[in-house]
Every structure is written in structure tokens, then in C-alpha cells.
């Protein structure tokens, strides 16, 4: 089971669902490794056949597919055979695309982020939204014009997770203070794009930054 959703690093006809649980999910830590070893190349281009290797070789029955609208409730859940899971994760990752919450103008001098977490994106601040991948040398997903982002704290649900916090100006010394190094450096290193761990300008609080 996962959403399908548009990726953080990468755009393609799939990109976050059932073939991304299917290959970086069931493969744990190990195989995360080993596919984000490839930078985005991996991503793009070997997630879905290891995935479509998993289905053939492995035990899987069924997958349950879900697409949110853009306020994070669930739009549509659906049920799928494996040898659905090409065809019809492509058509809902197209639903999803169309679902991403937007920035209501495309320049900003100033964006401020009241919470960051990763249950609100896998790099805790969503690319898809700010158009910045937080990645040196790609393209920005969005047209989104953004000169400083200012962010004020990190969710509980992130468990110390920090991972996006490099695409940050300017974080709240309460947000730092949550920071789990542990676990942010191990996400942001499995990852390989190290960019998305480094520390910002830390102030005092939110005014202040």
C-alpha cells in the first residue's frame, strides 16, 4: 500500500507508489542504497524493472493505491492486481499531479514554513510545491521563484528527521533543537544528495528569522 504521488527527486510516468514500495519499501535500507547509489539515474531508470522483478519473484498478491487531494485527504483508494500496477499507477500518478497544493503566486521574496516533517514530504519540504529540489545541478520542478525560505519547526512525526532542512535560509532555534543528527544524516546520506542536510542560519524564533 502507498500513495502515488509525484517524486521529490525525479519526474517520469511512475514515480512515488506501489513500484517505489514495492522495490525501496520491501527492500529496506539495503536496497535503497543500492538504487539511490545511481543518483537520480537510479530513480528514473531502475526502480520500476527491480520493482516488475519483486512481483514476479516475490509474494505479492495485491496492492492498494492512493491518491490524495490537495489538503492531504484521500481523493482515490483503489485496489490492483501486479499486472495492473504499470498501466494504472501511471494514469494516477496523472491525478496526483493535478492534486499538488500550489503557491498562490509564483515569486516570492519571502516564503515562511510554519512546519516541515517528513509526513508531510519525503525531504520534508516538498519540491513539487517550491519548485527547488534541494539538489545541485538539477532543474526546479515548479516556475516558483522563491529568494528566502524561512522555516519555524519540524513535526513530531518527523522524529527528529531533518531531512530537507538544507533547502532552508533561515530555521527557528526550536526547529534545531529537534533536529535528531542520527537519523537525518542516515536518511540524507542512503538519499546521496547531501545538499538536503545542511544546517541553515538558526535564530532566536520565528520573528526573529
Not at 15 to 20: D, F, I, M, T, V
Not at 39 to 45: E, S, T
Not at 90 to 109: G, R, Y
Amino acid at each position: 500500500m502507498n500513495r502515488i504521488k509525484a517524486h521529490t527527486d525525479f519526474a517520469g510516468e511512475i514515480e512515488s507508489g506501489l513500484h517505489k514500495m514495492c522495490c525501496i519499501g520491501l527492500g529496506k535500507h539495503k536496497l535503497a542504497l543500492e538504487i539511490h547509489s545511481f543518483g537520480g539515474y537510479g530513480l528514473d531508470k531502475l526502480l520500476v524493472p527491480t520493482a516488475q522483478r519483486v512481483v514476479r519473484e516475490a509474494n505479492i498478491k495485491a496492492g492498494f493505491a492512493i491518491v490524495e487531494n490537495p489538503y492531504h485527504k484521500t481523493k482515490i483508494f483503489k485496489a490492483l492486481t501486479p499486472d495492473e500496477f504499470y498501466t494504472e499507477e501511471k494514469k494516477l500518478l496523472k491525478t496526483a499531479i493535478e492534486n499538488i497544493a500550489q503557491l498562490p503566486v509564483s515569486k516570492l521574496d519571502i516564503l515562511c514554513i510554519d512546519e516541515m516533517g517528513k509526513n508531510i514530504s519525503g525531504t520534508g519540504i516538498d519540491p513539487n510545491v517550491t519548485g527547488d529540489l534541494g539538489i545541485r545541478g538539477l532543474p526546479p520542478k515548479t516556475d516558483a521563484e522563491i529568494r528566502i525560505i524561512v522555516v519555524d519547526d519540524l513535526t513530531e512525526e518527523s522524529h527528529g528527521n531533518a531531512i530537507g532542512v538544507g533547502q532552508a535560509d533561515l530555521i527557528t532555534e526550536k526547529l534545531y533543537n529537534k533536529i535528531n543528527f542520527q537519523a537525518t544524516n542516515e536518511n540524507v546520506i542512503t538519499s546521496a544528495f547531501l545538499e538536503r542536510g545542511r544546517i541553515p542560519i538558526v535564530k532566536k524564533d520565528y520573528e526573529e528569522a
